[in-house]
């Protein structure tokens, strides 16, 4: 147990690419699963037997301190430092360090839903003596990461920009272990990003960095596709956690949801508190916020509905996030990736794969 480790978890991003879901709330407060996505992330570093965590936080920072509170609900010391120009990852990091007492300290991103046994990641710094230890994890598209190559004596070698040809199937994932003093060696008060900078800058020191490599579950909840994927792995025990509202299974339904008997929800569906969901409707590996609305013979696939819109009767909502409020008219079909603003009220029977309205 990580009893004399202390956790920094940066969650003071923008998500862009998740608009328009982070207009109103930061990316690790998306309900996702029942539960803000930080809550998942949290009771995974607090199983591990760490308790002591330091939020950095930028982009709505009072929506982590009106919901965690000082951290008691789950059993830990959750204290929070603003960032009034958003200092990227490495800044935020430097940011925090007066907050920190112990040797070794996790740094996650706060957008990462992970697997790994955070006690071996550790133990792989411990034993190698580093300055930084990232967890690298392999995956089956490499194209699509910058990946991180290791040495025989488990040593990074170098970190390696996305290419068609990868030499490697590592990629960072998110999460490192520092020594404490390295994070007092970042540059303070200007931006620093740590993939770009930081670490670079301290292979080429000659300092110890290690990579912990595993095949564990991860995905960056950065984009729609991911969140909701992510969520349903969640809802389906695929992904662990230990903050899950109720038993995994085919579909979460929320205190006050009312699901007609003849409709099928499931792949991992989350569906919110107040959701109507009407007859004859399919609803499949989606994301339904409180209290949306799904008409009758509706069908959704990796659909995320944000809080209180509607999707009208017999529409098609397929791999679309559809805005809090916003209404799609009945027999409308959108598809591939579209987004629909907040309050937005699409006309009936209409047929849409994009741009974004
Ligand atoms: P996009 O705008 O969609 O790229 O999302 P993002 O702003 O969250 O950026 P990115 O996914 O690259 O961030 C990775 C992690 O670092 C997330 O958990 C962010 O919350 C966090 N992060 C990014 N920038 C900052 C920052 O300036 N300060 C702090 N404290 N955290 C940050």
Redesign the pocket.
């Known amino acids: 147990m990580l009893h004399d480790v202390e956790a920094v978890v940066?969650?003071?991003?923008?998500?862009?690419?998740?608009r328009p879901l982070t207009l109103s709330a930061?990316?690790?407060m998306l309900p996702t699963a029942g539960v803000p996505f930080l809550a998942h992330l949290l009771s995974r570093i607090r199983q591990a037997g760490v308790r002591r965590v330091v939020l950095?936080?930028?982009y709505l920072a009072e929506t982590f301190s009106d919901h965690f509170g000082d951290g008691s609900a789950m059993d830990m010391e959750i204290s929070y430092v603003v960032?009034n120009q958003?200092?990227?990852?490495g800044?935020?990091i430097r940011?925090v360090f007066k907050y920190l007492s112990a040797d070794d300290v996790l740094v996650f991103?706060?957008?990462v839903l992970c697997g790994t046994d955070l006690t071996a990641v550790v133990d792989t710094h411990r034993r190698t003596d580093a300055d930084v230890t990232l967890h690298l994890v392999r995956v089956q598209n490499p194209r699509a990461f910058g990946c991180v190559p290791t040495d025989d004596d488990g040593r990074v070698t170098a970190f390696l920009e996305k290419t068609e040809d990868p030499p490697t199937d590592q990629i960072n994932a998110?999460c490192y272990v520092f020594r404490r003093d390295v994070i007092e060696s970042i540059p303070e008060g200007r931006?620093v990003s740590v993939e770009r900078e930081t670490f670079p800058d301290l292979l080429a020191s000659g300092a110890r960095v290690s990579g912990h490599v595993d095949n564990a579950y991860w995905r960056?909840m950065?984009t729609p596709l991911d969140l909701v994927h992510g969520s349903a792995d969640l809802v389906r025990g695929v992904a662990p956690s230990a903050a899950l509202p109720g038993p995994p299974g085919e579909s979460l339904v929320l205190n006050g949801a009312t699901v007609d008997r003849t409709a099928r929800v499931f792949g991992g569906t989350t569906v919110g508190r107040g959701v109507t969901i009407g007859r004859g409707a399919r609803v499949e590996g989606s994301m339904l916020f409180d209290g949306a609305v799904v008409e009758d013979n509706a069908r959704l696939v990796y659909a995320v509905i944000g809080a209180g819109a509607r999707v009208g009767e017999g529409a098609v909502v397929h791999d679309t996030v559809i805005g809090d409020r916003a209404v799609v008219g009945a027999g409308c079909e959108l598809r591939r990736g579209m987004r629909i603003w907040p309050e937005v009220v699409l006309p009936p029977h209409g047929v849409r794969f994009s741009p974004d309205v």
């Open positions: 940066l969650v003071g991003g923008k998500g862009t690419r998740l930061p990316k690790p950095g936080t930028s960032e958003p200092l990227g990852t800044g935020g940011n991103n706060g957008d998110g931006p960056d950065g």
